[in-house]
């Protein structure tokens, strides 16, 4: 059973059992370096595709954690920030006040602030598409077929560039029967999740297939809002996806939408000391809180669609298309002081886009396994904020809107090639292009807070930053491996691998605290500009691991 919060469910579960996939947790560090390296509970071997081609978990030479659908319902799992309670070196939780946008480390390597300008260190794939924001981010586990969690840099397989890792969410592909299955939850703080899924096929061949799925997910909060009587960690979350699937000899095609609604309350923090204002004491209760802040009303909509290509021209061949266009819109209130006071209290807006392509190529002979890939990706991301320090300064705010586009483009090839049963050798590497357009505005209001957020305030003197600004990066990336299996069952290997994130330009920064370069008395834009643009990331891995299978469970 997975503990969240203080919550310890004792859940009641009814349903129409539908096809089981294999039950996986591979764990690093692990004896077996999988709980089951050669087969799950029911005998099955353990397939992923971390590798973009399906393989047994200990033939891959990369740290991995997976997760059946079957195993994740087993043990209780809500939604993908469950899986860092039992996934070593691995942190996902939801980030301040809310319960949408995500914060995810792999081995210490992340992002922690969510507004635009700062990409995330740790890459999220729904069906291999990648979420370029972290807002509505945490996804709700149901439907779902597997999640990989996979370590270290990747960027040879995968669309996007990632420093950290990568966790892929895989939905179930639609069976050839029709079929209806039915979830039911309740548990404690008056837990109610409820989940139906349908599909059938279309036509007598079953090769045109249709389904659908909706979740209904709600909870009571572990605590209370003592200032403005909402309930605190409370859940209330619908979210449906519809599925059409081509089921043919040497073709599969998926097209898919998504549709995610969080109406939950802003979750207030706890304080840890005394408030230095007011004297108020620290909470008896860390799921308490005194943060009076509500405005603008939390409200988190995402969705999304994409298209998946598969053919297979000859046996060892097979192209694929991913076409995807995703955008989500959140409204939430930051009482960063966690009283009743308006002391950095931070009303926030957040609206992204995105549309990407990638293509790949794959080759798998007997000893010979390669890909090839590009990858384009469009995405534009605006966040707006107040931070209202009336207590520091009365009425006064600073408003920030952060307006950032970004285009990438990537090729990447991944080789392995088999030179006996024994040993492999591995190589890959990826040049990546980065494109990052910003304008941001910071501008200072005295009356009550921007116009933006419903506030009376009128502009205090000129804006303190005020820039558009270009920067273009790029950087090549390899990785390679070497594997050493001394028999089916064992695995040893040894990795290196690169990764890159672009720089960017800081939308937190005072563009008025750049240096005048010239000495003419005035900031220029290029000089603004410079102040406030960082420098790209770079991260070498280097990795020694083993795999294997103590004793073998199918016997």
């Known amino acids: 059973m997975i503990i969240l919060g203080k919550a310890v469910r004792a859940v009641i579960l009814a349903g129409v059992a539908s096809g089981a996939v294999a039950a996986a947790h591979a764990q690093e560090g692990a004896p077996a370096g999988t709980e089951s390296a050669a087969a799950s509970d029911d005998g099955s071997e353990i397939v992923v595709t971390a590798r973009r081609r399906e393989e047994t978990l200990i033939n891959v ?30 942190t996902l939780e939801a980030s301040r006040a809310t319960n949408s946008t995500l914060t995810a480390f792999i081995r210490g390597v992340g992002q922690q602030d969510p507004v635009s300008g700062f990409e995330q260190g740790v890459g999220i794939y729904l069906d291999d598409v990648y979420l370029n924001r972290p807002q509505a981010a945490v996804l709700d586990i149901y439907d779902v077929e597997r999640i990989e969690i996979l370590r270290g840099p990747q960027g040879t397989l995968y669309g996007r ?30 837990q109610r999740d409820a989940v139906v899924s349908a599909s059938m096929p279309v036509d007598s061949g079953r090769i045109l297939r249709l389904g659908g799925a909706f979740a209904s997910l709600n909870r009571d909060g572990f605590g209370d809002n003592l200032t403005t009587g909402l309930d605190n960690y409370d859940k209330k979350v619908i979210a449906a996806r519809g599925t059409a699937e081509v089921h043919g000899d040497q073709i599969f095609a998926r097209l898919t939408g998504d549709y995610t609604h969080d109406m939950s309350n802003p979750r207030g923090g706890h304080r840890l000391i005394v ?31 994409s298209l998946f290509l598969e053919a297979r021209p000859a046996d060892s061949i097979m192209f694929r298309s991913i076409t995807a266009y995703r955008a989500d819109k ?25 549309f ?22 469009d995405a534009s991301a605006l966040t707006q904020f107040d931070a209202r320090i009336f207590t520091t300064v009365p009425t006064l705010a600073a408003y920030t809107s952060a307006d950032v586009r970004t285009n990438t483009l990537a090729a990447f090839g991944d080789f392995t090639y088999d030179f006996s ?11 990546t292009w980065d494109e990052r357009k910003a304008q941001i505005l910071r501008q ?3 009356g009550g807070g921007s116009t933006v957020f419903g506030g009376a305030g009128v502009p205090l003197g000129g804006p303190s930053t005020n820039f558009r600004g270009r920067s273009v990066f790029s950087k090549f990336t390899p990785r390679a491996s070497i594997s050493f299996k001394p028999t089916p ?45 960082f420098a790209p990331v770079s991260v070498d891995s280097y990795e020694i691991g083993y795999k294997g299978a103590l004793f073998d469970r199918r016997l």
Do not use: C, M
């Open 421 to 431: 049963d024994q040993f492999s050798l591995s190589v890959g590497g990826r040049y």
């Open 161 to 190: 560039n990632t420093v950290g890792g990568a966790v892929k969410y895989v939905t179930k592909k639609l069976p050839d029967e029709a079929e209806i299955n039915l979830r039911a939850a309740y548990g404690s703080y008056n």
């Open 356 to 377: 990407s392509q990638e293509i790949q190529l794959l080759i798998d002979t007997d000893r010979f396994h390669g890909l090839i890939g590009g990858y384009y990706l």
């Open 444 to 446: 200072n209001y005295l």
């Open 330 to 354: 959140s409204a939430g209130p930051i009482d960063f002081d966690a009283l009743p006071s308006e002391d950095t209290d931070v009303p926030g807006l957040y609206d992204n886009t995105q």
């Open 61 to 90: 030479p990369i740290a991995i954690t997976a997760f059946s659908g079957e195993k994740l319902e087993a043990q209780g799992a809500i939604d993908i920030t469950d899986l860092s309670n039992v996934t070593p070196n691995v």
């Open 275 to 305: 408030s230095q204002l007011t004297g108020a004491p620290v909470l008896s209760d860390v799921y308490d809180t005194r943060g009076a802040l509500n405005t603008p009303k939390q409200d988190v909509e995402a969705w999304g669609a």
């Open 489 to 533: 069952d064992h695995n040893l290997y040894a990795s290196y691998s690169q990764g890159f994130k672009g720089g960017g330009f800081d939308p937190r920064g005072v563009g008025a605290n750049a240096p005048d370069l010239n000495g003419n008395g005035v900031r220029e834009n290029d000089e603004v500009a410079a102040f406030l643009s």
